[in-house]
């Protein structure tokens, strides 16, 4: 018999729906079908994340969802780019990125080993960006990537940087969808791909 497809929860803004891009191509989309090219049944994911949330606002939404499962085989979380991008302080976002990590956790039925976090892409690399001061964007992505690093590794939760590709992508054709500050599936797809090597590992 088939065994049962390990089910996925992504949580997120923008950049977890892929703002401007296909549905197919988000990568806890892309993810859950590299994971099944390579064996591993991951189902395609539920969805919880909007275009513009904060982590204040990615709690209040998991919250009001109705979504009270405890038994996702994966999670994963990718946010902290609206803190940074409205000027809130690293103090809050790391107060409020360990309380998602344990509602993350609580999602995976008390097992931090079956969360994965990705890191913030560097909007400041965007051609939306391009009469910004891309030099403290990444510093203050710096900042708060380095934050929810040391949270992760508190709380026992895999950290996958995928902030150096997002850097990669500057003046590339065909990796930012028409708004000009998020990306296409191509450039998704690195996303995925780096995190599949440690979603193996923490499933298998």
Sequence with gaps: MPTA????L???????????????????V???????????NLASPDIIARTGWTTAELQA???????????????????GVNNQYRGQGVDLYRREFRQLLATATAFAGGKAGHVVVLS????????????RDAAQIAREIDQFN????????????????????TRAAAGAAGQFTSDG?????PQM??????????????LK
């Design 5 to 8: 497809a390990i089910s996925y």
């Design 10 to 28: 992504a949580l997120g803004d923008s950049y977890t729906i892929g703002e401007g891009a296909a549905a197919a191509d988000r990568w806890p």
């Design 30 to 40: 892309q993810l859950a079908a590299q994971a099944r090219a390579h064996g591993l």
């Design 61 to 79: 939404a998991i919250a009001a969802s109705g979504n009270r499962r405890r038994d996702y085989g994966l999670v994963s979380l990718l946010i």
């Design 120 to 131: 913030i892409p560097d909007w400041g690399q965007t051609p939306f960006a391009h009469d």
């Design 146 to 165: 380095a934050v929810a690093q040391q949270e992760c590794q508190a709380a026992g939760v895999a950290f996958v940087a995928v902030t150096d590709l």
């Design 181 to 185: 500050l998020h990306y296409t599936g």
């Design 189 to 202: 797809r690195q996303w995925a791909s780096r995190a599949l090597p440690v979603v193996q590992g923490l």
